[in-house]
């Protein structure tokens, strides 16, 4: 309604109406006969939608000033919600719910006492709360995102790495040394342990998501059934993502909580690598793994990984160190000869020059701290350079000319015609 007004008052050639004036006509609205249902939900959390208009219009008023509205990707003009788009409400004031987080419950402006299921301690103070929507039909579910205030100290730097970490397509991640963290079926006690297995419920999920998948490739476009498995896919996609997260947020926690500086293979230079997305004679073909994940699954999950232990770490003062994985699973860490028959399997590395035999993606994770070491080295020496986006491993450097080659692992991926 408030869009609707600016609009018109726009055609008219008025002046744009700031949030103090949108709030006069969001109280005559719940006092008129006709838009009196308005007064049913909580005024202040209606004034935050009006807020965030307000702020939608600055936004693009900036833009337009700086001369960079309009067009794809750039800022715009507020639109109105469309049929589908997602809810959410914000109460912006920490009087106006209390949390019982004992009896899983939360008071909320109107609706009284709500029932939730904690994901997760609340510890601070309560700032304020989101309530929001996800997905539609039985799938829907709702969430209440509530933020805290807390005093955090902030440890000084100055530790070297202490952790590598490799992640792979049979493991999902290898630990240069032993960490205390949940293993791959999610529910487990932790455990020490030097490989995390990929999440079981994911590839369980996998299965169901490509026979949603065919149901909607079936149905015929346009049709209310063809809308309906797309809503059922929407959902499970939603659910995927939910379990991961969970099971993500326990495993960057516990390694958080355990090493202060940690080496992790850059993401970035490892996804332009050969493997990812097939070979170079067969550009584009998915590759497919035993472990049953499918390629963009795990890839999402190594991104989110590597998005939450960065700042978790950095959180606590501590810094993630990413290095250029090339060459990591096939040098031997002891003697640095590197050969591509170093790696025996998926499972074994073996020196063909020194004799060297261990845990292939172990082997690889130690690897990767010592080239976190080195890049650490260089960026103490020269405090300007960002430490994160280092290209070191064991003494080589990949040359800019040609693609970093590729990581080997041999047996588990087959290429799928
Ligand atoms: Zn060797």
């Known amino acids: 309604m ?4 600016q609009r018109a008052r726009h055609a008219r050639g008025e002046k744009y109406a700031g949030h103090a004036e949108m ?16 007064a049913q939900g909580p005024s202040q959390a209606q004034q935050q939608v009006l807020r965030r208009l307000d702020e939608a219009y600055k936004r693009f008023f900036a833009a337009a000033k700086a001369g960079q509205a309009g067009g794809r990707g ?6 109105f919600k469309r049929y589908g788009d997602e809810p959410g409400i914000r109460f912006p004031d920490p009087k106006q719910f209390s949390l019982d987080a004992p009896n899983g419950r939360i008071q909320l402006p109107k609706l009284g006492w709500v029932r939730l299921r904690m994901s997760q301690p609340v510890e601070g103070k309560l700032r304020n709360v989101s309530i929001t929507k996800e997905g539609s039909g039985k799938g829907a579910k709702w969430f209440a995102s509530i933020q805290v205030e807390t005093n955090e100290t902030v440890p000084a730097l100055g530790i070297e790495p202490t952790l590598g970490i490799d992640l792979g397509l049979a493991q999902f991640a290898a630990f240069s040394e032993e960490v205390l963290c949940t ?25 169901r998501l490509k026979r949603y998948q065919r ?14 498995a797309v809503a059922k896919l929407g959902n499970l996609h939603r659910r995927i993502a939910h379990q991961r997260n969970d099971w993500l947020h326990k495993l960057s926690t516990d390694l958080a909580d355990a090493h202060p500086v940690i080496a992790l293979e850059d993401l970035r230079i490892r996804n332009m690598s050969a493997s990812a997305k097939g070979t170079v004679e067969a550009p584009g073909k ?21 998005r939450q232990l960065s700042y978790k770490v950095e959180w606590r003062g501590g810094r993630v160190i990413l290095v250029n994985p090339a060459y990591t699973s096939r040098t031997c860490r002891i ?15 073996e020196c063909v020059a020194c004799g060297h035999a261990e845990n292939a ?29 280092g290209e070191v491993s064991r003494g080589r450097r990949a040359s800019a000319g040609r693609a970093a080659p590729s990581k080997q692992e041999p047996t588990e991926a087959k290429v799928l015609v």
């Not at 408030?2 to 007004?5: I, K």
């Not at 750039?74 to 639109?79: A, F, S, Y």
């Not at 003697?335 to 590395?349: G, I, M, V």
């Open 2 to 5: 408030a869009l609707a007004e």
């Open 23 to 38: 709030c006069k006509w969001l109280t005559a609205w719940r006092n008129a006969p006709s838009t009196a249902w308005l």
């Open 74 to 79: 750039r800022t715009g003009p507020p639109e």
């Open 183 to 207: 293993a791959g079926n999610g529910n487990a006690p932790r455990a020490l342990q030097h490989h995390v297995a990929p999440l079981k419920a994911l590839a369980k999920q996998q299965v």
């Open 215 to 228: 149901s909607v490739a079936r149905k015929k476009k346009g049709s209310a059934n063809r809308k309906k």
């Open 286 to 306: 998915m590759v497919r793994l035993k472990a049953g994940l499918n390629r963009g699954i795990l890839d999402a999950a190594w991104g989110e990984f590597a």
């Open 335 to 349: 003697c640095a000869h590197e050969d591509a028959e170093n790696r025996k399997s998926q499972a074994l590395f």
């Open 361 to 389: 993606d172990v082997h690889a994770s130690k690897n990767i701290l010592a080239a976190g070491h080195a890049v650490w080295a260089r960026a103490s020496k020269d405090a300007s350079l960002d430490a994160c986006g």
